[in-house]
């Protein structure tokens, strides 16, 4: 099993989103937010020149695993959260919004956003892939 770095990119005129299938969480907040960009019924699903690109980004940045990422045409990122937050939701996932440098098998990553495990039982360690307790809702 690899590290989850495997990344697709979806290139738009002013920006380029990218996604990590292994760590979306299916928190859906980019199909509910924008969903004339994003149709999981479409191919291809993710369409960057059915908005604008600062709305596409404010809706990229709710991603809670980082699973969706950006880069608009200038090159330009996304900032990070300043302070750094890291919190335990209601099912024991660890939350961490910040400038991240994140541990993984293939080595450290830098990252805005990350879902993490807080039960060990993650395949995709640290990240969490709802293989365990902390994955799971009630």
Known sequence: ??????KKSYEGHSITVTFEARRCLHAAECVNGLPEVFDPGARPWIRPDGAGAERLADVVRRCPSGALQYE??????ETPDRPTRI??????????????????AAGPRAETRAVLCGCGQ???QP??????????TA
Not at 1 to 6: A, F, H, L, N, Y
Not at 72 to 77: D, I, K, P, Q, R
Not at 127 to 136: E, F, L
């Open 87 to 104: 919190s335990r939701n209601s099912v024991g996932q660890l939350v961490a919004r910040g400038e991240l440098s994140t541990e993984t």
């Open 72 to 77: 608009l045409a200038n090159g330009e990122a």
């Open 127 to 136: 990240y969490c892939d709802h293989a365990g307790a902390c994955g799971r």
């Open 1 to 6: 099993m690899s590290g989850g770095t495997e």
């Open 122 to 124: 993650s395949r995709l």
